[in-house]
């Protein structure tokens, strides 16, 4: 913070905590939370809590994941980025029996940059997605912070996405129909990618789904210190993972956008993205001015700001009428879209 502006109307915030209030079925489900789970992440308990994470989230095997046969999945092991990049994991799924070149989802998940693994997302994008849809789904093995700092994570993304695309025929997916996606940490490597594809002439994303997206490393929002603590996340956590990702270049005043999307200058170019977050977290500000910027540059964006949503609240609580209602738009988008590029395909064969 810098500002005479800047520093007193934060001071305001952390004064008064005027904050939107959480939708009421959420509150329930936030309040029960261990008080471990809302504790800081720090440099110095980032190890412990990777740790525990691993625990706690373990990796669903790929019979696990094939759920009695409903599904085919298939884990490959691709070159990585140029150079001294090791190899890239891909987790490949699809429903069962299903014959043709499928649109396919390519997805980075959530934890931070610090946390999260391909296998754990999958059960719910396959149930929510890819049956419904017709989707075949890769989910990405991208290296984790500090261990990994940028523009590794996202260079792992990237390898993935052009061996997917170069081996479409045989993957059995359509190349002209990908669609990079991804949440919370992975939603901000997901706009990244878009950004590095667009500027690297890579293959060619047919939409972004962006749920939550981490994209400002600077905490300078008003949301950012308006709900900081009050939900699942703080500016605490948010600097020490920031930090992990960066490492020296954090708070760099040239930090290129595919580290930080929101540092982005120019959003022209851009595949037509979907982009939610919750009105009561951190993310909100810094989510709302990425879709306003791809509007401003004369792109395509969908947005939504659930009342009352906290960071991550639809995983949390379901069940939740806000959770659901916020799936389903999502479902409806992709749908969507999947419909028009498959006309536009129609189309062209004419």
């Known amino acids: 913070m810098s500002g005479g502006r800047e520093s007193s109307e934060v001071g305001w915030i952390s004064a008064s905590r005027v904050a939107p209030p959480f939708d009421p079925e959420l509150g329930v489900v936030l309040a029960a939370l261990e008080e471990e789970s809302r504790a800081p992440i720090t440099p110095e308990n980032l190890a412990d809590r990777q740790e525990r994470d691993a625990a706690r989230r373990p990796r669903p095997t790929a019979e696990e994941l094939r759920a009695d046969g409903r599904f085919e999945v298939t884990e490959y092991h691709v070159p990585g980025p140029p150079g001294r990049g090791p190899e890239v994991t891909l987790v490949s799924a699809r429903p069962a029996g299903l014959v043709g070149p499928l649109p396919l989802l390519y997805y980075m998940h959530g934890g931070a940059m610090v946390m999260g693994n391909a296998w754990s997302v999958l059960p719910r994008i396959l149930r929510e997605w890819a049956l419904p849809l017709g989707l075949a789904v890769i989910s990405v093995e ?33 190349a002209d129909r990908i669609v990079i996606g991804g949440k919370s940490a992975g939603g901000g490597l997901a706009a990244a990618l878009a950004l590095l594809v667009r500027d690297r002439g890579g293959p060619r994303a047919l939409g972004q789904l962006l749920l939550c997206p981490m994209l400002d490393d600077r905490c300078g929002t008003f949301s950012s210190h308006q709900m900081s603590g009050l939900g699942v996340w703080d500016l605490t956590s948010h600097a020490t993972v920031w930090q992990a990702l960066l490492g020296d270049r954090y708070g760099a005043v040239d930090l290129p956008p595919y580290a930080a999307p929101a540092r982005a200058t120019n959003l022209s170019g851009l595949p037509p993205a979907y982009i939610d977050v919750g009105s009561a977290e951190m993310f909100r500000d810094e989510d709302v001015a ?61």
């Open 142 to 174: 991208y290296r984790l912070a500090p261990q990994a700092r940028y523009p590794e994570p996202l260079e792992d993304c990237y390898a993935g996405l052009v061996w997917a695309a170069e081996h479409a025929a045989e993957l059995g997916i359509d």
């Open 290 to 350: 990425y879709a306003n910027a791809i509007w401003q540059a004369g792109g395509q964006a969908e947005l939504h700001v659930w009342p009352g949503g906290y960071h991550g609240f639809d995983g949390m609580a379901p069940k939740a009428a806000v959770s659901q209602d916020a799936r389903d738009a999502r479902t409806r988008w992709l749908r969507r879209l999947l419909a028009q590029s498959g006309a536009r395909q129609g189309q062209g064969r004419e």
